[in-house]
């Protein structure tokens, strides 16, 4: 979520590789690649291993091509892709593109389901990746469960703030802390305000701990 200024941040931040754990079902296919999708086809999975699995995942390393889900953010016409399906409009599937993943690793396997840790480059699809696993096994499977868990250089288990210190000044620090985590030309400054039509009256940049005078601030 960005605020202010932070709103300009938000594509930049967006690069950099990500991570994520995915868990797959076997068996089934969806029109979304999920399973929110409407099951569209079942295929047997009962010979699969967990050997089957790890022996293939080198296809699905390194650069790749991939053809993006008809249900996804990309756009025709302006319009996106999945708003355009739930429409009930015609939608090509988009040509494959280029990806790039740079880990991929079996983290659990009891069938129907598998758990995935993936580490990928900006444009992949964690649902196509499964779909695909699924038809090179001569089965099909879907995505059931996702958690991105790194994003560029922010990872879910040391930068997400628990719920019990969702307060002011927990949020102020763990924001200072984030921003020094970014490149400088990103990382939030303290600035004089934008010149505008308004008249400013008094004004006084300060952090959220800190006092000035007899403890009062003032603001306008």
């Known amino acids: 979520v960005g605020i202010g200024r932070g709103t300009k941040m938000l594509t930049s931040m967006l690069s950099g590789s990500k991570r994520y754990v995915a868990i797959g079902e076997l068996g089934k296919a969806t029109d979304t690649l999920d399973s929110t999708g409407k099951v569209t086809e079942e295929k047997p999975y009962d010979k699969i291993t967990q050997e089957d699995i790890e022996s293939i995942l080198q296809k699905f390393t390194g650069n790749i091509m991939q053809v993006p889900p008809l249900y996804s953010a990309l756009k025709k016409d302006g319009q996106r892709l999945s708003t355009l399906m739930k429409r009930g ?3 090509e599937a988009k040509p494959a593109r280029p990806v790039t993943v740079y880990s991929l690793s079996l983290q659990k396997f009891q069938p129907p389901f598998f758990t995935l840790d993936v580490e990928c480059g900006g444009g992949f699809y964690i649902r196509s990746l499964v779909s695909d696993i699924g038809k090179e096994l001569s089965s099909c499977a879907n995505v059931l469960e996702l958690t991105r868990t790194k994003q560029g250089p922010f990872t879910l288990e040391e930068h997400a703030l628990p719920e019990d210190k969702w307060t002011i000044d927990d949020i102020a620090q763990s924001l200072e802390y984030c921003s020094s985590l970014l490149p400088a030309e990103l990382a939030l400054k303290k600035s004089k305000p934008e010149e505008s ?15 000035k005078g007899d403890d009062v601030i003032k603001t306008f």
Do not use: D, P, R
């Open 197 to 211: 039509n308004e008249q400013v009256l008094s004004c006084e940049y300060i952090t959220l701990n800190e006092t």
């Open 89 to 91: 409009g015609v939608v």
